[in-house]
């Protein structure tokens, strides 16, 4: 991330204390919970989570209904209404709910149950087996997502045993495929979509809270993504021997076409999300970077700013839309010349933008007709963002500043791609929320090997979770 030199000075201590002892003082709803119900869900919790990681739901190919068998056991057992969808042979969702008054419109938990590809040998631990060595859990899926989807489903399992009385329903949500195509999701809203499309909020994968030695730096809600715009870029010439070089051949007009693509630099651009994230992380800087970070209009106009962006890929990718050339190919042999050449682009469009005009602008940097550049994909998923200003982000904001005291709570455009955006097409304000902690070295452990998670993660992160979703659902007591 962007954040390096991190430091939390002492004035700022300070303040936060005297802040820390007045939101210390707001009663959050899991207060109300007796000690030792807490100290059984949290055993539930690791319990759970050794066995949900023991479920191997490696997609390709898949076998989430494995997972919803899981899901299934256990809601069945907490008498807790759910459903299950075998869309395609072992592929599965499962969708469950908790009645709310009706007063205000549903919540949706949502979790994918599959996990990426691992190779055994290069793990400590096996990848399914959940093995807990000095109170750190491993396991595919530990940190990408099931732990999430674990607790969630304890938050399920928690309003049901405490009868909460909840103004919204609270829909679990857990869907196949997520890793690679979506297809549990695609089908869900193509055929189920009346089972939660009225929903006025959605929790998922996404968020960042990054722990170091001194503590939580920050809380991230990912609210805004941006969307992949793949383009092929293909050159035409004519073909010939090696031997007799051709000025303007097929593989020299793509390698100047993506010479002056590559020297294209799209305009920087300040959308709500970022300047609110720079503001809340200008704190964590110094100097120049503090006064950028906290004024971004101004910055923009500032060279040595947009300087910087372009060597700072966090920055760079928040502040435009980026183009990085991933693909190449030409000619199958090396005396041979061929009649065409290409290359792939990885391009990320920021929200809102449209990608007509972004293809026109290639097509004016290029500039030779005969290289063309099209779409890779004849259809366009819109970038899209949630609001910042919904009883959610205040659920959010209200929950960490009791557990992790401090640490401000940043909203983030995401470079990558999550279902967020799909459901927010659908109305929903969705966010990508995780109510646990982890060190970036826990964290660069999704999809790498050895993914972890500390076992005092998993008997908080429900608790915080709850506090979130209660603070939202919960009907105001008498
Ligand atoms: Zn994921």
Not at 64 to 72: C, D, L, N, V
Not at 286 to 315: C, H, I, P, Q, Y
Not at 429 to 440: D, I, L, Q
Request: with cysteine.
């Amino acid at each position: 991330m962007v954040l390096a030199g991190w430091r939390r000075g002492l004035v700022v201590a300070a303040l936060l204390f005297s802040f820390g002892a007045s939101a210390g003082a707001q009663k959050l709803p899991s207060d109300a919970v007796p000690a030792e119900h807490m100290e059984q869900y949290s055993d539930l919790a690791v319990r759970w989570m050794q066995e949900y990681l023991q479920v191997d739901t490696t997609n390709p190919p898949g076998n989430e209904a494995r997972a919803a068998a899981f899901f299934k056991r256990i809601l069945d057992r907490e008498g807790i209404e759910n459903q299950v969808f075998e869309y395609a042979p072992g592929r599965a969702n499962l969708i469950a709910r908790l009645k709310g008054s009706g007063k205000r419109r549903p919540i949706i938990l949502l979790s994918h149950t599959d996990v990426v590809t691992s190779d055994p040998a290069r793990w400590m631990a096996p990848p399914f087996s959940g093995l807990i060595v000095d109170g750190v859990m491993y396991g595919r899926g530990a940190q990408d997502m099931k732990c999430e989807g674990l607790a969630q489903l304890v938050v399920m399992v928690m309003l049901k045993r405490e009868k909460v009385a909840l103004d919204r329903d609270v829909i679990f949500l857990a869907t196949a495929d997520e890793e690679v195509d979506s297809t549990g999701t695609d089908w869900m809203i193509a055929h189920h979509r009346e089972l939660f499309g009225d929903a006025e909020f959605l929790i998922t994968e996404g968020g960042e809270n990054l722990r170091d030695p001194e503590g939580v730096k920050y809380i991230g809600v990912d609210v805004a993504e941006k969307s992949p715009f793949w383009l092929v870029v293909t050159a035409h010439g004519r073909p010939g021997h090696g031997s007799r070089p051709i000025p303007d051949s097929a593989p020299n007009r793509l390698v100047r076409a993506l010479s002056r693509i590559l020297a294209h630099q799209p305009e920087l651009k300040a959308l709500p999300v970022t300047e609110e994230f720079l503001r809340q992380m200008a704190p964590s800087q110094t100097g120049r970077r503090a006064r950028w970070f906290r004024d971004l209009k101004s910055a923009l106009r500032d060279k040595r700013f947009r300087k910087a962006v372009e060597n700072d890929e966090s920055l760079d990718s928040m502040l435009r839309n980026t183009i990085s050339l991933t693909m190449l190919s030409g000619s199958q042999q090396t005396n041979v010349i061929p009649g065409e050449a290409s290359a792939h682009l990885d391009v990320r469009l920021l929200p809102g933008e449209d990608p007509k005009a972004f293809l026109e602008e290639m097509r004016l940097v290029v500039d030779d007709p005969n290289v063309s550049i099209e779409p890779e994909n004849a259809e366009f998923r819109v970038a899209n963002a949630s609001p910042l200003d919904t009883a959610l982000f205040d659920s959010f904001r209200r929950v960490a500043a009791r557990y992790f005291p401090g640490a401000p709570v940043v909203p983030r455009l995401t470079s990558g791609y999550t279902e967020n955006q799909r459901y927010r097409g659908l109305g929903i304000a969705s966010y990508g929320f995780s109510p646990y902690t982890a060190t970036s070295e826990e964290g660069a452990t999704e999809h790498g090997d050895n993914e972890r998670i500390r076992v005092e993660e998993l008997r908080r992160g429900y608790r915080v979770l709850y506090d979130v979703v209660t603070g939202v659902a919960g009907a105001p007591g008498p």
